[in-house]
Nanobody
């Protein structure tokens, strides 16, 4: 069973950048669908970005153009590079994955990903 541990969150001034990391363990490789979600107080969980096993990305509407998702298969690590951050990006960011899937399921809740990390907090100060 895959275990996911996020890191890289913190406080940043508006307009700044952060790179989040998610290390997957309990698996021999990361040749499966993975993604990032965020959840802010009073708001529903939102899909930020996802990456299929073949490297095809999916981005949420609210972040497209400001974030980039990538993966280092040698390190079993998923990244989320976030730029031009604003206060609206303040949230707990979660990594999710599912070794049974090669692609995310676009019309499924949480893109069909069933395994989750505990999250890393991002706070953007105006």
């Amino acid at each position: 069973q895959v275990e996911l541990v996020e890191s890289g969150g913190g406080s940043v001034a508006a307009g700044g950048s952060l790179r989040l990391s998610c290390v997957a363990s309990g698996v021999t490789d990361t040749d499966f669908a993975m993604g990032w979600f965020r959840e802010a107080p009073g708001r529903e969980r939102e899909g930020v970005a996802a990456l299929d096993a073949d490297g095809d990305p999916t981005y949420g509407d609210s972040v497209e153009g400001r974030v980039s998702i990538s993966k280092d298969n040698a390190k079993n690590t998923l990244y989320l590079q976030m730029n031009s951050l604003g206060p609206e990006d303040t949230a707990m960011y979660y990594c999710a994955a599912d070794p049974r899937l090669k692609t995310v399921i676009d019309d499924s809740p949480d893109w069909g990903l069933d395994y989750w990390g505990k999250g890393t907090l991002v706070t953007v100060c105006s």
